[in-house]
């Protein structure tokens, strides 16, 4: 069955801007999870979501959120973009229990720029 | 405060050999510690998940190993191929509300021929 998707994979913005990332999970899997990696600071979890609820959120600022679609598809957003937001941006989805307890399946990452 | 500590930052190994990768946690209190494998450019692909009773788990030849009394756990990688050159990141989950997984900063493998 096919992956984990999310679009754009590489994209380009200025800062002030704000960006919008999506992430197509699995088939069947409700949960989402978004990362944000970076060379100094490695993979950092952004936040979790289920059946279009955020469950779980780490430490970011309010300028990063994310919300889940009833196709359990969700986005990402990131407004009033900084030079230290560029990132890889993963996104996982999981089975319901999966987030905590079992297995992440990882989409390709957005690379994102900021100049 | 919730850490994960992995050691080497780096090596380099001879197609062939082995390597070991190590993972000290201070996360509380623990649910289970996974081990991935990024490759360049790609995301993350889960290698091993154990709980806290599991003290040794195989996935090919890939082996993790967790003493959950000293919060460590290591990936043993046997007999390398150049395919093994990734990114290895260990991750622990907390039973805990709000940020519930902490990533340590991934041991960077080299293979070569």
């Known amino acids: 069955k096919a992956g984990v998707t999310q679009t754009p994979r590489y994209l380009i913005k200025t800062r002030g801007q704000q960006v919008t990332l999506s992430c197509s999970p699995i088939?069947?899997?409700?949960?989402v999870s978004w990362y944000q990696q970076t060379p100094g600071q490695g993979l950092q979890f952004l936040f979790e979501?289920?059946?279009?609820?955020?469950?779980n959120k780490g430490n970011f600022p309010g300028r990063f959120s994310g919300r889940q679609f009833s196709n359990s598809r969700s986005e990402m957003n990131v407004s009033t973009l900084e030079l230290g937001d560029s990132a890889l941006y993963l996104c996982?989805?999981?089975?319901?229990?999966?987030?905590?307890?079992?297995?992440?399946?990882f989409g390709e990452g957005s690379r994102l720029t900021v100049l | 405060k919730n850490q994960v500590e992995q050691s080497p930052q780096s090596l380099i190994i001879l197609e062939g050999k082995n390597c070991t990768l190590q993972?000290?946690?201070?996360?509380?209190?623990?649910?289970?510690l996974r081990w991935y494998k990024q490759d360049t450019g790609r995301g993350p692909v889960s290698l091993t998940i154990?709980?806290?009773?599991?003290n040794t788990k195989s996935n090919g030849r890939y082996t993790a190993t967790l003493d959950a009394d000293t919060k460590q756990s290591s990936l043993h990688i046997t007999a390398s191929q150049l395919s093994d050159s990734a990114s290895y990141i260990c991750?622990?989950?907390?039973?805990?509300?709000?940020?519930?997984?902490?990533f340590g900063g991934g041991t960077r493998v080299l293979v070569k021929p």
């Open positions: 996982a989805s999981s089975t319901v229990e999966g987030f905590v307890t079992g297995e992440l399946f």
């Open positions: 088939s069947g899997h409700r949960s």
């Open positions: 979501y289920f059946s279009e609820t955020q469950r």
């Open positions: 993972c000290n946690y201070t996360v509380s209190p623990f649910s289970n």
């Open positions: 154990m709980t806290f009773s599991e």
């Open positions: 991750v622990v989950s907390a039973q805990a509300a709000g940020n519930k997984l902490t």
